[in-house]
């Protein structure tokens, strides 16, 4: 199963595949609410941009890999479920299990380090494209191998995932049944009194060291985390939230049970109270996002705004939020979720 004792040939991928063909132009005013995938050039969530009710002008595909023509250019995904394709996206379909589509996008996942926003995969370009694939005895691409490559990666992770999914469970309480929020009293806080809010500090590209300490930046990614570095400054702190303040994410609040370094795109935020309990932190870092569409590219999120932005959240009395429905609300999705990835993994 060790790759690099395989052989490997290049494949054209029209040759692969049936028909590459784009997706079709949709403008975003013309959207119709609705569950259907819209797959777009995201290099996020399976490039799903968003979900739509469009059923005429419009390209469905199923079971086929999803390649970025541009935008995120040579992202690859598969997609086991109907969608509706953007035109920047180009479908691949070919008579192939999921596994042998994964390992195909794996490779041609590649093909993001050849284009880029000024060179797009057009069709032209698709049609000369190459794919590494390994091949059998006689030559032809050896899908028995990539098949069961995929499989073995999948039975190891659904095995962690299990033994991840049930620990945390176990590490908390039951469920305890609330009041449903519109049955509980909801008040305005300032954050600035509820929590220290402070600003970050910018570790520049040539004073970055490697190391494993995360350095949260103003992304809407990766809970907020740019880089991992090895630098030590004064903003590094545990059990925080970190609020972005300017860019596409402006607004956008991650919560951060683990040590980290904060750039000066961002705020952190930490509670006075209960800043410890990261079931709390998550209810109102969430209460936090709500906010962002407040602020722009004009507006940014700025430590004065923030410190003066108003937060709903259950309360006991004016000055004093209730901390303890918070915990238990976060606590029953968690056990809820963990519940139905276990019974889902089992299956």
């Known amino acids: 199963m060790d790759l690099s004792d395989l052989e490997w040939k290049e494949f054209f991928v029209e040759k692969i595949y049936n028909d590459p063909k784009r997706g079709?132009?949709?403008?975003?005013?013309d959207h119709i609410e609705g569950d259907i995938p819209y797959v777009s050039s995201s290099s996020f969530n399976n490039g799903v941009d968003s979900f739509i009710g469009n059923e005429h002008n419009v390209r469905k595909y199923k079971d086929c890999l999803s390649l970025a023509n541009s935008g995120s250019v040579g992202s690859c995904f598969y997609e086991p479920f109907e969608f509706i394709a953007s035109d920047h996206i180009t479908h691949l379909k070919g008579e192939y299990t999921p596994q042998q589509y994964l390992f195909m996008a794996g490779m041609l996942n590649r093909l993001a380090e050849k284009y880029n926003f000024n060179r797009e995969i057009n069709d032209m370009r698709i049609s000369r494209e190459k794919i590494m694939l390994p091949v059998d005895e006689s030559g032809n691409p050896d899908f028995k191998f990539m098949e069961q490559y995929v499989k073995k990666i999948e039975k190891e992770k659904m095995k962690k995932y299990l033994i991840y999914c049930k620990k945390a469970l176990a590490s908390l309480d039951d469920v305890i049944l609330l009041k449903p929020f519109s049955e509980i009293e909801w008040k305005p806080y300032i954050i600035g009194k509820i929590a220290k809010v402070d600003s970050g500090r910018d570790i520049y590209d040539a004073e970055r060291v490697d190391g494993d300490l995360p350095y949260i930046t103003?992304?809407?990614?990766?809970?907020?985390?740019?880089?991992?570095?090895?630098?030590?400054?004064?903003?590094?702190t545990k059990n925080a939230i970190s609020v972005s303040r300017n860019g596409a994410g402006v607004g956008s609040s991650f919560y951060h049970e683990y040590p980290a370094l904060y750039s000066n795109d961002c705020r952190k935020v930490v509670l006075n109270d209960y800043s410890e309990n990261k079931f709390v932190s998550l209810f109102i870092t969430n209460q936090i996002m709500i906010q962002r569409k407040n602020y722009n590219y004009s507006?940014?999120?700025?430590?004065?705004?923030?410190?003066?932005?108003?937060?709903?959240?259950?309360?006991i009395d004016e000055e004093n939020p209730d901390y303890e429905y918070m915990e238990q609300y976060i606590k029953n999705i968690m056990i809820k979720k963990y519940k139905d990835y276990i019974a889902y993994a089992e299956k």
Do not use: D, H, S
């Open 299 to 315: 507006r940014k999120m700025g430590t004065e705004r923030l410190k003066k932005q108003k937060i709903m959240l259950p309360a």
């Open 24 to 29: 079709k132009r949709l403008k975003k005013e």
């Open 218 to 236: 103003a992304g809407v990614q990766n809970n907020g985390i740019g880089y991992f570095v090895g630098n030590i400054n004064n903003t590094i």
